[in-house]
């Protein structure tokens, strides 16, 4: 008996995330560097996972409320009224499991089998894995490279709207390509979506990494031209500002009415977060915000480190990023991203994720995460450098 044939089908045909592929398959190689996974290398803070252990010591072992303790929607609220501005009350937000968890919630209660969802592209992938896992039609709309910049080209992403089209999900700044929407961009995307009754799904987990002119401490954000209780479902995390990835805790910023819907989508999901994990995660929004001022400075200046070693290489297509970390990265003549990924490990034992696993748009790339210790990223550079010379000479 075929047993996998017995399954449904999107378990049958969804691919592995080519990132996953790359490290599986990289972990394997003894004194590797790894840039092809999305976090930096600090772990987190003592006194947020002081702040958990204490809970756990006190019993705070118990279910909880399923769309976030009190207490965590409460530092939201003043989290975001600091670096935003703007007073929300505690029911626009709902605690997720993770980043992944707040997009996987909301595209469950925004589309449904046959609906589409439109995403720019090079985009991370984890948005149209769920979707085509649900029946909803991922419709990809390439950004375009020129002149040492990505851009997104508005009159085409609105060109794809249909009568089956439930959103568009915008990640600004962009992983991979360290892109960063304007706020006139953003505006004319909360513009058409107003008219066609269409929701914004938002990802703004790489926010406060913004290296914009102008000195200012985050990227431009739908936050600034929405309102609270407008089609607008915005997924966070505490996975990038406080060094938390393995925490698996997000949020969801969404207006009140929804507050009970996603509740209830959250009790057949997972049924909520752990208050212990919750507890930390206060002491990272109400304390952690030296932290985040020191994460942001160094991926500043690593991205300064990468663009200054590889700007000299006439065969490479490169960007300077805006935003979030990651450096994106076109080789001349490159035609398959997994192929040479895998090749980069073979031969110069580093490892960055194929471009083509953020869609079709990102053939031709590799994504480096370099928000990593000094030493391994001089370290890596080099190693990265030395296979060009000889792999691919000028
Ligand atoms: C753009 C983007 N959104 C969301 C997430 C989700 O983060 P997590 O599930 O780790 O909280 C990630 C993680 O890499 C990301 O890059």
Known sequence: MNMISKLTKPAQIEPDSGIVKVAMYGFTKPGIIPFW????NLPTPEKFSNAAAASLAKGETFYTFQRGIPELREALVRYHQRHFGKSFSVENFCVTGGGMQAIQTAIQIIAADGDEIIIP???????????????TK??????????????LDLNRLFAAITPRTKAICLCSPSNPLGWVASKADLIAIRDVCRKAGIWILADEVYSKFYYGTGGANRAPSFLDICDAEEQLILCNTFSK?????????????????????????IQYNTSGTAVFLQRGCVTALDEGDDFIELQVEKARKNRDTVMSALKDFPQLR?????????????????????ATAMKIIDEANVGFAPGVAFGEAGEG?????????EHKLAEGLER?????????PV
Not at 122 to 135: C, D, H, S, T, V
Not at 365 to 373: I, N, S, T, V
């Open 138 to 151: 991922p419709v990809e709309v390439s950004m375009t490279f020129a002149n040492g910049k990505w851009a």
């Open 241 to 265: 500002n406080w060094a938390m990835t393995g925490w698996r805790v997000g949020w969801i910023q969404a207006p009140k009415i929804l507050g009970p819907v996603i509740e209830r989508i």
């Open 37 to 40: 996974s999305g976090e930096g």
């Open 121 to 135: 592209t090079p985009a991370w992938p984890n948005y149209a894995g769920p979707l085509r896992i649900q029946g």
């Open 384 to 392: 990265l450098s030395n296979w060009l010379k000889i792999s691919h």
């Open 365 to 373: 790339y590799l994504r480096m995460c370099y928000l990593k210790e």
């Open 318 to 338: 490169l960007s300077v990023p805006d935003g979030a970390f990651y450096a994106f990265f076109g080789i001349d003549g490159m035609t398959d991203s997994m």
